[in-house]
Every structure is written in C-alpha cells, then in structure tokens.
C-alpha cells in the first residue's frame, strides 16, 4: 500500500513537471537531471559505445522536449516514454548503420531468464549456449527478453516501451522463450 | 556480445548538458517555424489564385441564356439540324402546360391502363430526355455567339392530351405476344420534320416483330405535328417515345 502511495506521488509530481515544461523549455530540466543516467545506460547496453551513447541519449531527450505537448498521461512514469524513445532510436542505429547490438549476460543480469527457462539442471549449459540463442532471436524478440528480465521491467512497462498492450507483451514474451527453448533442444 | 560495458556516474555526469540541449531546441523550433510559415503561404497563395480562376469562370458564364435551361445543344446554326436525344413530352394524360420553350423537369407518367382486358395495354411514357445535362461553360460560349435563340419545340397540333388519347385507343396488343405473356417498352424513335409529319420511324430497343410493327403503325398513323421552331424557321427534331406494352389482368382494378 506505502509502494502504491510513492508511485502515485511521484507520478503527480511529474506530471506538474511535464506541464511546466510545455510552457517554459527551461522547466525541462528537472526530468533531463532525473532520467539522463538511467537512459544513458540503457542505450549504453545495447550500442556498447560511450560516444555514440551520449549522442543518442542527447537525442532522445532533445524528442522528448520537442515533442513534450504531445505526451499523454497514462499512469505511467515518464521514463517509459523516454525509454521507448531511446529504443526507437537504438534500433533505427541498427538498422542505418547495421551496428552490432550488444547484450548484458553477466553480473547475474539473465539470472531471472535462465529461472524462467529452466527449472534447474542444464543452468550452465544454457548459459553458455545463451548467446548464440540470443542472437537467433529478431530485434524486437530480443528487446522484449532484455526488458523484461535482464532489466527487470515490469510488463506493463515493458509493453509500453514496446508500444503494445500488456497482454500483448506477456503473451509474447512467452511466445519468444518456448522459441528460445526450441532452439536450446535443437 | 558478452563484455559488460562500465560506466561510472561521474563519466555520465560529463556527458550531460542541459544548455546545450536548449539550444539545439530553439533552432529545431526555429527552423519549424519558417518551414510553417512557408507552407502556410503557399497554402494561402493557392486558395488566392484558386478563388480567382473559379470567380472568373463565373463570371464568364453567367453572361448568356437568360431564357433557362435548354437540351445539350452545341450547333445552332444550319436549319436542318438534327437535335439529338429527345424533346420532352411534357405533361401526361390530363396534365396541364405541354409544350413550352423551356425544358420541364422530367416526371414519371403513372402507368395507367384504362381499358379492360388482356388485349390492350399501351401507355405512353414520357421520353426520357438523355440531353438533359446541365451546360457546360463551353456551350453557353458557344451560344452567347448568336445572341438571339429561339426555340419551340415539336408538338402535336392538337396537343398533347389528344395525342395520348390517340395511342390509348389505337394500341393494340398484337395478338402474338399474348401466347407469351410479353409485357415492356417499346422506344421508338422518329423524326419530325419541316411539315410536321414522323419521318424515318424505327424502333430502338425490339421486343419482337409484332410488337414493332404495331409501335411503327402507330407512329405512322398518329395525328400531325407542329415542328420544332428556332427564332421562327422550322427545323427537323428527333423524338423518341416509349411505348408501354402491358397485360391487365381480367380482374380490372380501379387505378388510383
């Protein structure tokens, strides 16, 4: 209940922010200050460069403000939009540049998909084979996956940065792991 | 694939900059501004110049015809023209006002069968007139060139009533089409000419020979027409009727 209050503070919070920043750029700021790290290392995770990251995070943040009067509110924190910004920008690199697109394995950030996979036995087998399952799935499968596990998002955010409802994205995502497991098997 | 790129939160912090971000925003925003603008303008030019071309044919056309609307005519000049398409047959069985230089609007005759039986059934309908086009600005052009035109349409000397009376009482269904139950329109088409009288008679669409036959019959025989006039001269018209072959049943019911 106490989460539930925080959430909901926060989000009016914003919410006056994202006003105020429709009548005055400058006001603008606060959400820049607030999102730049955790957008920066998002798209740092999928691009594996400094430089073009911090290009890219300059860019999404520049759309966001350009475009700021055409955000709705929809429970949401602003971050999702951000972050589908940010993924929307990321792919078009891949796609224009055909940039290798990295994923984050280790440090336990996949501990919550090899759960889900697996139910024990064959943990260390599918972490060395991961990689090269990974790479078979597409771009918008393997945006899903990372989302939800690697980053931890919960569904509803990940269909919103996704651009899809939330039942969309679970039916999905599992969609994509009996997929995975096929090509474990085969 | 594999290597976790690291990142501190200072590093990041070196890469952040608010100014500049608003900086780029004012010439983003800049740059949109002109394009509206141009866009806008050139929007409001073309509506400008749209306006004035459409105010100019206006004009241009409402100088001509006070007398109304007439059928599609294009070449007023040689006597003998052949108007092509059909002259109204305006007004119906007992219905007032036929023949006036000016075009009636087209209305459906109620089919009435008058007589009784099975042998009879000839309505006469109104030709449908396939000229009835509203004129376009290159015809009133050419119009506005004569600058008086007449025009009196075809008629019968006795009028109108009469000449329907006339094809309700000769018609008869040919006794071959009875066997077969054959109802429908027989359209003839003819000519009147200088003098009046149905020249070139022929049936447009067929619905056996008796049928024809009897439709030509009739045309041949119907009483004398008026011709068509322009600004006085008389000028050759085509006409086309359509005549209605229908089968009552014995039982006569009262039409309305």
Redesign the interface.
């Known amino acids: 209940m106490k989460q539930e209050i925080h959430v909901s503070n926060q989000l009016l919070g914003e919410e006056d922010v994202i006003r105020k920043s429709r009548q005055n750029?400058?006001n603008?700021?606060v959400l820049?200050?607030k999102y730049?790290?955790d957008i920066?290392?998002f798209i740092?995770?999928r691009v594996?460069d400094?430089q073009t990251t911090?290009d890219l995070?300059?860019q999404v943040?520049?759309k966001a403000?350009?475009n700021i009067s055409q955000y709705e509110f929809r429970g949401l924190p602003f971050s999702a939009w951000l972050y589908r910004i940010a993924s929307n920008e990321c792919n078009d690199l891949f796609r224009k540049r055909k940039r290798?697109r990295?994923?984050?394995?280790?440090?336990g950030?996949a501990e919550e998909l090899y759960e889900v996979m697996f139910e024990n036995e064959a943990r260390d087998e599918l972490k060395q084979r991961l990689?090269r399952v990974?790479?078979q799935l597409k771009p918008a499968e393997l945006e899903l996956i990372e989302l939800r596990y690697m980053e931890s998002r919960p569904f509803r955010e990940v269909a919103d940065i996704m651009g899809i409802t939330e039942n969309n994205a679970k039916v999905k995502v599992y969609r994509i792991l009996d997929k995975m497991k096929r090509i474990m098997v085969t | 694939?594999?290597t976790?790129?690291e990142?501190s939160?200072e590093?990041?912090r070196g890469?952040?900059?608010?100014e500049?971000?608003?900086k780029?925003?004012t010439g983003?925003?800049q740059r949109q501004n002109k394009i509206d603008l141009l866009r806008k303008g050139t929007i409001l030019g073309a509506t400008i110049i749209t306006l004035a071309v459409v105010w100019l044919i206006y004009r241009g056309s409402d100088r001509n015809d006070p007398a109304g609307l007439e059928p599609g005519i294009s070449n007023p000049a040689p006597p003998a023209r052949e108007q092509s398409g059909t002259s109204e047959i305006p007004g119906g069985k007992g219905r007032p006002d036929p023949a006036a230089p000016a075009i009636l609007p087209v209305e459906e005759l109620k089919p009435e069968s008058k007589q009784a039986g099975a042998d009879e059934g000839g309505t006469e309908q109104r030709a449908v007139p396939d000229a009835h086009v509203p004129k376009t600005g290159l015809e009133q052009e050419t119009e506005r060139k004569t600058l008086e035109y007449h025009y009196t349409e075809a008629e019968p000397l006795n009028g109108y009533p009469a000449l329907y009376e006339y094809f309700n009482r000769e018609l008869v269904y040919p006794e071959a089409g009875i066997k077969d139950s054959v109802q429908g329109v027989v359209t003839v088409s003819f000519v009147i000419g200088l003098n009046g009288e149905p020249e070139k008679i022929s049936v447009e669409n067929s619905l056996g020979d008796a049928f024809d036959h009897e439709a030509k019959r009739l045309i041949e025989n119907m009483p004398a027409w008026k011709p068509a006039r322009v600004n006085g001269k008389p000028v050759t018209t085509k006409l086309s009727i359509p005549l209605t072959f229908r089968l009552e049943k014995i039982e006569r019911r009262q039409q309305q």
């Open positions: 750029p400058a603008f700021k820049y200050e730049y790290r920066f290392r740092l995770h594996g400094k911090a995070t300059s943040f520049l403000l350009l290798v990295m994923v984050v394995l280790e440090d950030a990689p990974l790479e | 694939m594999n976790k790129p990142v939160d590093e990041i890469f952040m900059d608010f500049g971000l608003l780029r925003r983003v925003v």
